[in-house]
């Protein structure tokens, strides 16, 4: 089974004296839940005539998640007609790795934060059950079996460039580190330690909110996932909030 952890951290809540002086801050809430839900692309009703069949493919986008049960529901006036398990056709196709994601909400001004940290021991269990492998986006490294200690750290930057002063050709160097360091830092925090087991994975999640009014064209937030000292994961998200 799963560890969940759905974070309502205090510090900077909406209305302190921190939110009032940053342009971002925590919601005082819980997230929306949205990416881990799985859920009908391109719903819509099938109407049936009395004897009638169709056959109609239906695509379904699986939520952030862990392998786990998925099943679909036909409904006529609130009644279930038909219950089918469709786990199978999801999970032979997964491959059991540790990821974040981000779902921003701009007409509310919030931010979701999530987080999947899916143990080696417990994925390379996963994957021999598996006929096949898929492609992921999550870099893993190669480190000790037996760590099980993980940290979340969270940064969200500002990408738009300031203005630069020209130096002289004898700190050439300087200037390009001023040149490459454009990004303005907005907020950053670790999460954890968290101690898994090595058959049981962990679904973090934490909501934040940030000031519409003094939105500045992109950002940027990364999102870095520590086993002991190492990163295992790093996802870079480029995300519109005005």
Request: glycine content about 6%; some cysteine.
């Amino acid at each position: 089974d799963p560890f969940f952890i759905v974070t309502k951290k205090t510090l900077g809540f909406a209305g302190s004296l921190f939110s009032k002086l940053s342009f971002i801050w925590y919601s005082g809430d819980t997230i929306s839940g949205r990416l881990l839900e799985a859920e009908i692309v391109d719903p819509g009703q099938i109407v049936l005539e009395p004897g009638q069949k169709i056959e109609k493919e239906i695509q379904i986008k699986e939520g952030l998640s862990i392998p786990r049960k998925i099943k679909i529901q036909f409904t006529t006036f609130g009644e279930t007609i038909l219950e089918e398990d469709i786990s199978d056709q999801f999970n032979s196709r997964e491959k059991a790795v540790s990821g974040t994601a981000v779902d921003v909400d701009k007409e509310n001004s919030l931010i979701d934060i999530y987080a999947v940290i899916f143990p080696p021991q417990l994925s390379e269990a996963f994957e021999k059950s598996l006929n096949e492998n898929s492609i992921t986006g999550a870099a893993v490294a190669n480190i000790k079996e037996n760590s099980n200690t993980y940290f979340l750290e969270l940064n969200v930057n500002s990408k738009k460039e300031t203005k630069q002063v020209s130096l002289p050709g004898k700190f050439s160097l300087v200037q390009k580190y001023l040149e490459w360091n454009v990004k303005t830092g907005l907020f950053t925090d670790i999460y954890g330690p968290y101690v898994i087991d090595k058959d049981q994975a962990l679904v973090f999640a934490q909501q934040l909110e940030y000031n519409k009014e003094l939105c500045e064209e992109d950002y940027e937030i990364t999102a870095k996932i520590y086993r002991e000292s190492e990163i295992v994961v790093e996802n870079e998200f480029e995300v519109e909030l005005c």
